[in-house]
Nanobody
Framework: QTQLVESGGGVVQPGGSLRLSCVAS????????MNWFRQAPGKQREWVAT???????NVADSVKGRFAMSRDNAKNTVYLQMASLKPEDTAVYYC??????????WGQGTQVTVSS
């Protein structure tokens, strides 16, 4: 079954850190361009970070200097390392890739809550 499965979310205090993982399977390779998005309650889903096929990364301005994306192709997994977390980072985080002929693939999401 072609799928993306996220994990690693949880409840963390402001200033804390978390590492999210996204395991790809069923024909999706983590060496593909992969993305992280997030969706906070009552808000639209927003892009957070991308890692290209060549390994270059890019992150949204709102998380620059705090979040970093990486991959381990041997594990077919991409990661989102999050540090200095803020309450406004609270959201469901989704892994995403685009693969023809289907198009966009999304994981089920993992909840991140930043609260004291």
């Amino acid at each position: 079954q072609t799928q993306l499965v996220e994990s690693g979310g949880g409840v963390v205090q402001p200033g804390g850190s978390l590492r999210l993982s996204c395991v790809a399977s069923g024909g999706i390779s983590s060496s593909n361009a992969m993305n992280w998005f997030r969706q906070a309650p009552g808000k639209q889903r927003e892009w957070v970070a991308t890692i290209s096929r060549g390994g270059s990364t890019n992150v949204a301005d709102s998380v620059k200097g705090r979040f970093a994306m990486s991959r381990d192709n041997a594990k077919n997994t991409v990661y989102l390392q999050m540090a200095s977390l803020k309450p406004e980072d609270t959201a469901v985080y989704y892994c995403n890739t685009f693969l023809l002929p289907v198009g966009n693939y999304w994981g089920q999401g993992t909840q991140v809550t930043v609260s004291s």
